[in-house]
């Protein structure tokens, strides 16, 4: 018994055949391939995860500056609006911009001069127009609609920014937004002091 | 054993240049993979890191500042802390090491790395003085309001020991405040801080979150906290590895205007688009240094009151409000006081945020567009660039008739 274990062991003994070897090396590679590809896919996650916080961040920050425009009474109490503010530049100017006047239908879905500006890799603004300059990394575009109850008095401000790429048909439908966009919708009033 | 023998006769050349090649082609494989996958395995985490630092840091300053100018909403002069005095000052307030007065941090010249604002969290803690000051007195003695929570040991109306608080009147004037010991029955409490007036009766205490955010950057201990100090009992860091905190402020460019049909005595407010009332024409505060009729931010001729400011930028829009114009006066309450500040700074409406955060020192190179402080990663797989982002604030409080 105990031999014929030895030499049945000792037959198994003689190596592993080319093809086997073969066999062997592509599981390996193709694990190593999987394995080189969650590396990648972890610095991809990494780089939506920025996108997205950038895109989040960009977006309340226009809304902030939409929100600080005039929009108000008077001291005899006639309503003023700031329609002239051109908030795509920075700093501000008084004039040259659309400030809360409300916009065209449908400039969420297409670069709208006055309301889209292009910002830059570190948050910095590179001013509108309808074609994003060269090192464009978001785009930020607004609408300010009246509200169909009160629209003397009451706004309905959105926000959506993405990243300077070809949205395809997300441009086409209202408010479809895509994985690490942000698209921010608030209210605004006048209200007397 | 002969079997065993016949077996061993070895690999041929052709057999043993085919295993090397594998070998070869096997471990350049597994190398090709490895070595980017080893930077990937470095950085990755730090990147996660740097940006959760980055949110917090944007989340923290954006809920805190938008709160700034919270009025008190009981007792005496409700609403926004802007109809009395400016609740957003661009620079520290009572650092530590500065003594009370404070302006720039030692051996600075700009102070766009702090900001310092108040607001009056939602808190029963919401008096008024009872008597006039004699003088500038440790002592508050205050009114039983209504709103004030049950009296209990060691607490009078809200207030007790260590309680952060503010005290402001009519004038401009304002004093930030730590309580240090309350007396319930007898309706004192005492603080620790040297006033800069007598406050008269009326004045109102009130719970304040004071809050001081600025950047600390010591480079040779490696040094880059966001650090927030609470105006009285602790000054501590916020996120680490903060390179840049830049505060800018906008502002309403128009003169203030006294709100027509709005008496200067009526006891609630607003009386004018911003800042604290005057004086009735020809009434004076014998404690400030203006004439009949005048504060700060209004001074008389010919009979009316016309305001110090001017318009900026022909009055239209928000204009940026620099270091130089909120630095120059006038002062208010006035120029004399300890707790000073421009006027111009009652026009803030809107402050832009620019942070930047950078990686630990061992992933960073050198210094240029990618880094603000040289680092001592020698290799590109091991560098995790810092980022950077801008944002606006637009306190609430601050833009109530906008």
Same mark, same amino acid.
């Given at each position: ?23 062997? +090396?592509?599981?390996?590679? +193709? ?8 590396? *990648? ?18 977006? /309340? /920050? ?30 501000? +100017? ?15 879905? *297409? ?24 090192? +464009? ?32 048909? *997300? ?23 | ?16 240049? %085919? @295993?090397?090649? %594998? ?5 350049? =494989? ?26 917090? @840091? ?48 030692? =051996? ?5 790395? #702090? ?13 008024? !003085? ?17 709103? $004030? ?7 009078? $109306? ?8 503010? %005290? ?29 007036? #007598? ?31 609470? =105006?009285?009992? #602790? ?27 709005? #008496? ?30 005048? &504060? $700060? ?5 010919? =009979? ?27 002062? $208010? ?59 606006? !604030?637009?306190?609430?409080?601050? &833009?109530?008739?906008?």
């Amino acid at each position: 018994m105990g031999l014929a274990k030895s030499r049945s062991s000792a037959s198994s003994a003689s190596g592993f055949s080319l093809i086997e070897v073969l066999i062997a +090396t592509l599981l390996l590679a +193709t694990a190593l391939t999987t394995l080189a590809q969650m590396f *990648a896919l972890s610095t991809h996650t990494n780089m939506n995860a920025r996108n997205t916080t950038y895109t989040a961040v960009l977006a /309340q /920050q226009k809304l902030e500056e939409l929100r600080s425009l005039t929009w108000g009474f008077d001291t005899q109490g006639l309503p003023i609006s700031d329609t002239s503010s051109n908030t795509a530049v920075s700093p501000e +100017t008084p004039n040259g911009g659309t400030g809360l006047a409300p916009s065209p239908g449908g400039s969420l879905g *297409a670069n709208t001069d006055g309301y889209v500006d292009y910002i830059g890799a570190t948050g910095d603004k590179l001013g509108g127009g309808a074609v994003p300059p060269a090192n +464009t990394v978001y785009v930020r575009r607004w609408s300010v609609e009246p509200l169909p109850s009160n629209p003397n008095n009451t706004l309905i401000l959105q926000v959506l920014v993405f990243r300077n790429r070809d949205r395809g048909t *997300a441009n086409d439908g209202a408010g479809r937004v895509m994985p690490d966009e942000a698209r921010l919708v608030t209210v605004k009033t006048r209200k007397s002091q | 054993m002969t079997m065993r023998l016949r077996s061993e006769s070895g690999f041929s050349l052709p057999e043993m240049l %085919i @295993a090397a090649a %594998i070998m070869v082609t096997v471990i350049g =494989g597994v190398f090709t993979v490895m070595n980017p996958a080893q930077g990937t395995y470095r950085t990755q985490p730090e990147v996660t890191d740097l940006q959760q630092r980055l949110r917090i @840091a944007s989340d923290m300053l954006g809920k805190d500042i938008v709160m700034a100018g919270g009025g008190v909403y009981a007792g005496g002069m409700t609403g926004a802390l802007s109809n009395y005095f400016a609740p957003v000052m661009p620079h520290r307030l009572n650092d530590p090491s500065e003594g009370v007065y404070f302006r720039l941090a030692q =051996g600075a010249t700009d102070a766009s790395d #702090s900001i310092s604002f108040f607001y009056v969290p939602s808190t029963g803690a919401q008096t008024t !003085i009872r008597e006039d000051m004699p003088q500038p007195s440790s002592e508050l003695k205050v009114d039983p309001q209504a709103n $004030c929570p049950p009296a209990k040991t060691e607490q009078l $109306c809200g207030f007790y020991d260590g309680l952060q608080a503010i %005290i402001f009147d009519e004038t401009g004037a304002w004093d930030p405040i730590t309580v240090t010991q309350v007396q319930p029955a007898a309706l004192h409490m005492q603080h620790k801080n040297p006033l800069s007036k #007598s406050y008269q009766k009326g004045a109102v205490v009130a719970m304040a979150a004071t809050r001081t955010y600025y950047l600390q950057t010591d480079v040779a201990t490696n040094t880059f906290q966001l650090r927030l100090f609470d =105006g009285g009992l #602790s000054d501590l860091p916020v996120v680490d590895n903060v390179n840049k905190l830049e505060f800018e402020y906008y502002g309403d460019p128009q003169a203030p205007v006294l709100l027509p049909n709005k #008496s200067l005595t009526d006891p609630i407010g607003p009386w004018t688009t911003y800042g604290p009332k005057p004086p009735p024409l020809g009434v004076d505060n014998t404690k400030d240094t203006w004439a009949a009729g005048e &504060n $700060c931010l209004y001074s008389v001729q010919g =009979g009316q009151h016309v305001p110090r400011l001017t318009d900026l930028a022909g009055g239209v829009g928000q204009v940026r409000l620099t270091q130089a114009m909120l630095t120059d006066g006038p002062w $208010c309450p006035d120029a004399t006081s300890m707790w000073r500040y421009d006027a111009d700074l009652l026009r803030l409406r809107r402050v832009r945020i620019k942070l930047r955060v950078q990686a630990p020192t061992e992933l960073r190179g050198p210094a240029g567009t990618l880094f603000r402080h040289a680092g001592t990663s020698s290799a590109g797989q091991h560098y995790v660039p810092d980022q950077e982002v801008a944002f606006d !604030i637009t306190p609430r409080n601050l &833009n109530l008739g906008r």
